[in-house]
């Protein structure tokens, strides 16, 4: 047999029990908290989301206003311009249509702003209303859900302590009848040893002399055996009894054993997860995911809408030209800038001769002039030849200056890490590079030269100025 | 000779000659006059330009702190969370991580118009400035261009008027010469008869008789004869001197004609549009050109910018995942939702039987309660196969009502021509449709089913609330 320290007792085991049960309790009064922590946080997510989106709405509205009133200043002015037919005129200029665009654009963009921030308020924060209150509405549901489960598993675990008792105590019963069992088998052993022991003892001494004593104590040994024996058989059917309602108390404890660490694992395993399941999905990431794709597309659409006004301002800067606002300018002041007619020979008192007279005596002096005239113009020519180079690389110089491609601002957008190194970046872009200034006097220095170069007449003039 | 009808007289040329250079002269002025309109109408249009973006300058700036404030307001909310951890653990959900997107993109189109306003201010204006600059110039200096190129004109026309008044009295000269000549040559002709008829009348007198008064009377007449031819050659020499005169005055008078026709070409041909080409370029479309690109650029950047940010706020949306969530959410909660140990077999007092015991006399009980069992497990098999597949079919006609495809709000950024239709437009997108309340309806009602389904130990309780 054991000894008593090999095994736990009784009370041993229900303390142990008891602490597995509390803590398993701890832990679904925990996970509920959890849930509900979880459904606060989604609960005040939403919140902060409409917060968040009924206060761009506003600062969308407000921008859009400012757009509009900038576009609307401007447009007024032109609209008050009391000729509007000059207007109409001057809209051709390939300046004047980029401004137009400049302006068109601004109004695109308050409109589309507007738009952004109905579309805030009048879809995207009624799908968050409505995700909160799926939300809450699910959430109470699926705690009662969880509270049914979690009791009907405190049901099975006090079950189990109830066959766990009852196997205790029939076991218990069971052994004390086995031990009881076990006295009366020892004293019918001790018994049956007793007899044998004087019958060997009295086998020495004549078998008649003391006939009558023995079976006087023969007699008496005779009913105590029996009454020993029938002890025995009574506590043998008693043993019998309690091991089998013991044995059956075990195999209803181990049954119930299996069945609550299945509930226990069902429970933990998938009913937990489907509880979660039904707080954190049954809508709430589909129809949040609805919410912000709405946002999504409205601010994709805001963005192809300004792109295309973008793109008809970038055309109309391709088209900005120089030679073509000339020809528009000549022909829309067409009776200013038309050439007058040639002026025609008067013949004097119907003077016949209308042509250059070539006879002598005047041939000579004409033939004269006319040399002197080609000797002229070909010193010009080769003077012109050389004007018209250096104006030609002159103008090129100034060409060059006023087209260089130093409009990407592609840098300033690339923000280092530090978002306070961004003013610094920006101004450095365009005006105080040194370069810049240095650049400007050249082009001013070139544009001097070629005016001298251009109009030598005006030179005298031009540098007293 | 022609009749004094058919030729203009000296006066009729002058007067026309005096209005067509009037009429140029006009028009020289109109043409300056245009120019600084043209002038005025660039210094005015890139005054509205930098007063535009100026402006628009402020609005963005205005933008910019708007949304920085919208960022803040709810970033020093989850900064002022006491639990950092726990704010750290939220993140790694789905949800929270499209909410931490979403107030980067705002803090990123924040730092976007502060850049853009910033370029307004230090690049655009400053370059619209420049070009202000250069223009005023190049129109002062083109206009004394102008100036001189008309004076040279004027000259030209005023020398014609001079060559042509000089051929006037040179043929006027040489036609009285002509006329001089051929009166002398009358009388001449009138002497020559006179003679000759008092010859023929002295011819039936005596030779003799007559003869001393014949010598005188011949004597006279050949004086007078000489005298006339005399005068006659007198003439005839100023005549041809005129003449000569008047042939080269008409000489220099066509060749002015020519040189003044070919000036008022040049001038008008090309003198006129190198002054506009003056005005108008050399630099004022180029220059503006790549400020206008400068605007383009910096437009484009903040676009592109704004494009990455909502690009990472797509694909947190598509990364909105319940299951995931649900994954995280436990491993992060460990503790509360990991299954406890299992229950063991306690044995009572050193019991070492921990195996069911399926011998008789348990054995035929055992035998008939697996039988039921059995049965029981077959009839709920089937049972729960019924549900299952009602809680599916329930169950998607809940994920197709929350991820119905609503979300794409094009519509709203095609606006009809009438800018006044863009609010009733947007309204009607997502909440006023009478579908959206049925959908919203049934999809209550189905979840209801579902859980009724799922749960139906809760369904009493359930009903009640």
């Known amino acids: 047999m054991t000894s008593p320290a090999k095994f736990k007792k009784d009370k041993e085991i229900i303390a142990e029990y008891d602490t597995q049960v509390k803590e398993i309790r701890a832990q679904l009064v925990e996970q509920l908290k959890c849930l509900d922590q979880q459904c606060e946080l989604r609960v005040q997510l939403l919140q902060d989301l409409q917060d968040f989106f009924r206060k761009k709405a506003e600062i969308e509205m407000d921008y859009s206003r400012n757009l509009e009133k900038l576009a609307e200043r401007f447009l007024a002015k032109t609209r008050s311009t009391k000729d509007q037919q000059f207007k109409k005129d001057q809209n051709v200029l390939s300046p004047v249509n980029c401004w137009n665009l400049l302006l068109n654009q601004v109004k695109r963009e308050s409109r589309d702003h507007t738009t952004l921030s109905d579309i805030y308020l009048n879809n995207i924060i009624p799908r968050f209303v409505q995700v909160s209150e799926d939300s809450g509405r699910l959430f109470k549901k699926s705690k009662e859900v969880g509270l049914q489960l979690q009791e009907d598993l405190m049901k099975v675990l006090n079950e189990l302590y109830t066959v766990m008792k009852t196997y205790h105590m029939y076991n218990a019963d069971s052994i004390s009848a086995q031990s009881k069992l076990k006295e009366a088998e020892k004293q019918e052993e001790k018994q049956i040893g007793k007899s044998v022991k004087q019958e060997d003892k009295q086998t020495p001494r004549s078998p008649d002399s003391t006939s009558n004593v023995k079976f006087e104590?023969?007699?008496?040994?005779?009913?105590?055996?029996?009454?020993?024996?029938?002890?025995?058989?009574?506590?043998?059917?008693?043993?019998?009894?309690?091991?089998?309602?013991?044995?059956?108390?075990?195999?209803?404890?181990?049954?119930?054993?299996?069945?609550?660490?299945?509930?226990?694992?069902?429970y933990y395993i998938h009913d937990?997860?489907?509880?979660?399941?039904?707080?954190?999905?049954?809508?709430?990431?589909?129809?949040?995911?609805?919410?912000?794709?709405?946002?999504?597309?409205?601010?994709?659409?805001?963005?192809?809408?300004?792109?295309?006004?973008?793109?008809?301002?970038?055309?109309?800067?391709?088209?900005?030209?120089?030679?073509?606002?000339?020809?528009?300018?000549?022909?829309?002041?067409?009776?200013?800038?038309?050439?007058?007619?040639?002026?025609?020979?008067?013949?004097?008192?119907g003077d016949m001769e209308s042509q250059l007279c070539a006879q002598q005596p005047v041939q000579s002096e004409l033939v004269q002039r006319c040399q002197?005239?080609?000797?002229?113009?070909?010193?010009?020519?080769i003077e012109n030849e050389e004007v018209k180079k250096t104006m030609e690389a002159t103008l090129q110089t100034i060409q060059d200056i006023v087209t260089i491609e130093d409009f990407d601002v592609s840098d300033c957008f690339q923000y280092s890490n530090s978002m306070e190194s961004v003013k610094s970046t920006v101004s450095e872009t365009f005006m105080s590079k040194p370069s810049i200034a240095k650049r400007r006097a050249n082009q001013q220095e070139t544009e001097q030269f070629y005016f001298t170069v251009r109009n030598p007449e005006c030179q005298g003039k031009l540098q007293k100025n």
Not at 288 to 296: E, H, I
Not at 372 to 381: A, G, N
Request: net charge positive; proline share 2%; hydrophobic share 35%.
């Open 217 to 266: 104590e023969k007699h008496v040994r005779r009913s105590s055996v029996k009454k020993i024996e029938k002890m025995k058989e009574k506590r043998q059917a008693k043993y019998t009894e309690n091991r089998l309602k013991a044995i059956k108390a075990r195999n209803e404890y181990l049954l119930a054993l299996e069945a609550t660490n299945a509930s226990v694992f069902k």
């Open 272 to 349: 937990l997860s489907d509880l979660i399941d039904q707080c954190c999905d049954l809508g709430y990431h589909a129809s949040l995911n609805r919410a912000l794709r709405t946002f999504l597309s409205a601010e994709l659409n805001l963005e192809q809408s300004k792109h295309e006004g973008l793109d008809a301002i970038e055309n109309a800067v391709e088209n900005l030209d120089a030679n073509s606002d000339k020809q528009r300018l000549m022909e829309m002041y067409n009776n200013v800038f038309c050439p007058p007619m040639k002026f025609e020979f008067q013949p004097h008192m």
């Open 372 to 381: 002197q005239l080609q000797s002229r113009l070909s010193t010009l020519k």
